[in-house]
């Protein structure tokens, strides 16, 4: 049970990376193109940053340090 825990965590620990990394990096995310896009509901892309980003990262390494 331990070693399917440690794993989800290292993967999710590693998407959480992928997606924090990819958001700032200008020619995988147009934020200047999703602000024309999204208007004043451009906010709402920082909320699904957060939660696919560091948040993931975080739950990944919560499980990682618990169940090592």
């Known amino acids: 049970m331990h ?3 440690a794993g989800t965590g290292l993967v999710l620990a ?5 997606v924090s990394v990819a958001f700032w990096i200008p020619r995988l995310c147009n934020r200047t ?3 024309e ?3 004043s509901r451009y906010p709402v892309v920082y909320a699904v940053y957060i939660a696919n980003g560091p948040l993931l990262l975080l739950l990944g ?5 618990t169940f090592r």
């Open 33 to 35: 193109r999703l602000k």
């Open 61 to 65: 390494a919560i499980l990682l340090i």
């Open 37 to 39: 896009m999204l208007g």
């Open 14 to 18: 590693i998407l959480g990376l992928f």
């Open 3 to 5: 070693t399917i825990l």
